[in-house]
């Protein structure tokens, strides 16, 4: 079964500074992995998306992820934040390799961008 | 992408009382949709995926008789909250599937008194 972990629940940050939200997954199989944004009362919007080829993603609002096969990792970076960047973060992943299209989530990080 | 509606966008109503919850793809035919529920501060729990022209299929804890879906076309799944309780309250989201992705709706709160 598939789990992901988002080690830090809350990250506050200061406006123009770099920030980085952390999910690690654990599957014995071959997975796509998603970065999705949530702001207050609104539904998720994709920021980003591995399926496959570069380890390197890019995503929407200046984000960028990094897949890490070895160490089973997807981390979210921005180098300089905004505090329209203050929103819930979620991680998750979903099985390819066993046909599923469900997305198992991670818990959330709260970013936090102080002016 | 996938444009994805709601309707409501929030909905109050009486303990007893059964809410109807319609989910929209907008600019594509989803053979896939999803719902889910999120508490407050928490993350987004899967109740059903919805299949159009057949059963939804419940994950496990969700009570099928009590959540209805109905995915009569490929644009339209709705759920129906029967007999709703105050523990029913949450913020209820779907999503559909397009290209290996989950696009989702802006949600729909509801709040039962």
């Known amino acids: 079964a598939q789990s992901v972990t988002q080690l830090d629940s809350q990250v506050p940050v200061f406006e123009e500074a770099p920030v980085e939200l952390r999910c690690n997954y654990s599957s014995s199989v071959s997975v796509y992995l998603f970065w999705y944004v949530q702001y207050p009362n609104q539904g998720l919007q994709l920021l980003l998306k591995y399926l496959s080829g570069s380890t390197l993603v890019k995503g929407i609002n200046g984000f960028e992820a990094e897949f890490n096969k070895s160490q089973t990792s997807f981390h979210l970076r921005k180098p300089s934040v905004h505090i329209s960047d203050t929103a819930e973060y979620f991680c998750?992943?979903?099985?390819?390799?066993?046909?599923?299209?469900?997305?198992?989530f991670g818990k959330g990080t709260k970013l936090t961008v102080n002016p | 992408g996938a444009v994805v509606s709601q309707h409501p966008s929030w909905v109050i109503c009486k303990s007893g009382t059964s809410v109807k919850i319609e989910c929209r793809s907008l600019d594509f035919q989803a053979t896939t949709m999803f719902w889910y529920r999120q508490f407050p501060k928490q993350s987004l729990m899967l109740m059903a995926t919805s299949n159009e022209g057949s059963k939804a299929t419940y994950e496990q804890g969700v009570e099928k008789d009590k959540f209805l879906i109905n995915h009569a076309s490929l644009t339209l799944s709705t759920l129906t909250v029967t007999s709703a309780h105050p523990e029913d309250s949450s913020f209820y989201i779907c999503?559909?599937?397009?290209?290996?992705?989950?696009?989702f709706g802006p949600g729909t709160r509801l709040l039962v008194l």
């Open positions: 998750a992943v979903s099985d390819i390799a066993g046909g599923s299209e469900k997305l198992v």
């Open positions: 999503s559909v599937m397009r290209q290996e992705t989950q696009y």
